[in-house]
């Protein structure tokens, strides 16, 4: 019977859909645990999916690339899921323009606070260059994040981790910390959110609600945009 078990996962992790099914299936877990447990911050869906896949492929001997294989299906539909935020955002279209004053200008204190941070936090602890760097876009999408560090000399892949790492951290306590400081608009609150934790936190906000979602929508968009047009600006100012 065990060598039966065996070769049928020797079989399932050599398929494309075994990646689609275990990032699926690991959600779905963190789903779980997040609705069944009180819904507690902390205890981020990602994370936990995060965490789970991490610990098969490290059990299973699988590498990334033959599991991005599978999981690449739920990778393209960030795209949609991306131009589906304009929904929200479109029914508080009023609210929106109503607070363009107040959004532009959190969106320049929290778009440099959140660079230069991370930067000097980097270079205090006496990290290279090249970390440094890689560090600076840490607060936007990916996609962005990873061109915006290759543009001006970081690590791509480095990039990448410091995002999702960003992305958890700022979902997870966002919301603690608005509470600390008493921030009670759903419109701030999301629009932080978006600011600080691009995708991740604008999910957490949309669980949340709807007027928060919409403007964390909005903040990680405009955020991701303010940074690939300044950031290589900055770079070339300062290095150049």
Known sequence: MSDDLHQIWVYLSASPLAGLTLTLVAYQ????????????????????????IAGVLSLSGIDYRTYFDGAQFV???????????AVPLYNQFQEVRRSALALVVALLVGSTA??????????????????????APKSVTSPIAMGVSEQIGGLPSLTAVFVIITG????SLGTWV??????KDWRARGFGMGVAAHGIGTARALQVN????AFA????????????LLLPTLYQLIWG
Do not use: D, Q, Y
């Open 29 to 52: 877990c963190g789903l779980w645990l997040f609705e069944k447990l009180g819904r507690r911050p902390i205890l981020n869906p990602v994370l936990i999916a995060v965490l789970l």
């Open 75 to 85: 990778h393209f539909l960030l795209g949609p899921a991306t131009v589906a935020l």
């Open 114 to 135: 959140s660079a230069l941070s991370a930067v000097t936090l980097v270079w205090a602890f006496g990290g290279s260059a090249a970390t440094i760097l890689s560090m």
């Open 168 to 171: 958890i951290v700022a979902a």
């Open 178 to 183: 608005l509470n600390l400081v008493r921030v």
């Open 210 to 213: 709807e007027v928060a979602g």
């Open 217 to 228: 929508g909005l903040g990680m968009g405009l955020n991701g945009l303010a940074t690939a």
